[in-house]
């Protein structure tokens, strides 16, 4: 059983920088694809983010490439977010799946169960 908990988040102005991170309690040993969502008002939820633990493989959303920087610390991953723009301001989440394989952390792989109580992220112009 794997069960994951938030921090950081907040308010900042265009072109700031926040962070959000998430750790993951219990046995990720055997490989986990950490990922991140974030949901905006009237919006779907999308991934943006995501790390296998194993190999610290990275795959990102073309909207945040370049602005985001997902890292892992044993345990804990963290979203650095940069250059931040209106269109940021979501709920942010985290969320964790097994796989043998990092491929499987790939933005078109879905099938996560594990998942964070999510953090508020907004972004005044």
């Known amino acids: 059983q794997v069960w994951l908990s938030e921090s950081g988040g907040g308010s900042v102005q265009a072109g700031g920088s926040l962070r959000v991170s998430c750790v993951a309690h219990g046995d990720t040993r055997s490989g986990f694809c950490m990922a991140w969502f974030r949901q905006a008002p009237g919006k779907e939820r999308e991934m943006i983010a995501s790390?296998?633990?194993?190999?610290?493989t990275t795959y990102y959303r073309n909207s945040v490439k370049g602005r985001f920087t997902l890292s892992q610390d044993n345990a804990r991953n963290t979203l650095e977010m940069n250059s931040l723009k209106s269109e940021d301001t979501a709920v942010y989440t985290c969320?964790?799946?097994?796989?043998?394989?990092?491929?499987?952390?790939?933005?078109?792989?879905?099938?996560?169960?594990?998942w964070g109580q999510g953090t508020q992220v907004t972004v005044s112009s």
């Open positions: 969320a964790a799946r097994a796989s043998h394989m990092s491929i499987y952390c790939d933005l078109q792989y879905g099938g996560y169960n594990y």
């Open positions: 790390i296998y633990n194993n190999d610290g």
